[in-house]
């Protein structure tokens, strides 16, 4: 098997892959043989058009929406499994991936209670309900990669409750990790610095400020979204295979 299908005969499901670093993710893991469930919010067309660019490129996928801050997966657990069925590819998962998510600039003196717990139940109450959901579904040997944040080592007074929120996903990781290890599982995260997604969309066609926020960057530049997908897709493959509970710091070098 050659190094670029190093995931065939796998499933996967990546949430928050209609744009940006999921959608980078959902992309590469496709590309490396696995078959994707490309899971939206909202953006249904966005998602579509994913699924129709991994299709071109050889691969196998499929949109699955469904709102995550929500509290019941049923519905969207269901749509997975026919999904993956419609394919002609056997029940369970392989390798889940916990993108989805959402920011938040508002400070501890003007953050309202109903932001702070949309951003709990988005970014932490998702994820861990979500592996709930999955539990029986994930294969022995499978892969658990979740999404935190450089700024959760950065301090960033405007995103304290969002920094909370990926410090508690550092920890369900670390955790997690543990409990599921017996079944040969890995979990590990993956954290970002500032990457050119809609999430930093003030900086995408902005080449002053791009300079200003690369000049903390040791290796001189903002990440793409490639560049964490690239280490999510080495996390999600055999060659991670005694990796887990780990954090793996994915900014390019932030605030060396």
Known sequence: MSEAKKLTGKTALVTGASRGI??????????????????????????KEVVAGIHAAGGQAFAVGGD?????????????????????????LDILVNNAGISSVTGVDAMTP?????????????PFFLVQGLLDRLREGGRVVNVSSVLTRVAIPDALAY???????????????????????????????????????ALIDNPDGQREASANVALGRLGRPADVADVVAF?????????????I??????AL
Do not use: C
């Open 114 to 126: 109903e932001e702070f717990d949309l951003l709990f139940a988005t970014n932490v109450r998702a």
């Open 22 to 47: 999921g959608r980078a993710t959902a992309e590469r893991l496709a590309r490396d043989g696995a078959t994707v469930a490309v899971h939206f919010g909202r953006n249904d067309t966005a998602a």
């Open 163 to 201: 920094t909370m929120t990926k410090g508690a996903i550092d920890s369900f990781t670390r955790v997690l990790a543990h409990q599921l290890g017996p079944r040969g599982i890995t979990v590990n995260a993956v954290s970002p610095g500032f990457t050119l997604t809609d999430m930093n969309a």
């Open 249 to 254: 710091d994915a900014s390019g070098g932030t």
């Open 68 to 92: 995550l801050s929500s509290t019941d997966y049923t519905a969207l657990l269901n749509e997975i499994d026919a999904g993956f069925a419609n394919l002609g590819v056997p029940g369970g």
């Open 235 to 247: 996390l999600a493959g055999d060659d991670a295979r005694w990796v887990t509970g780990q954090t």
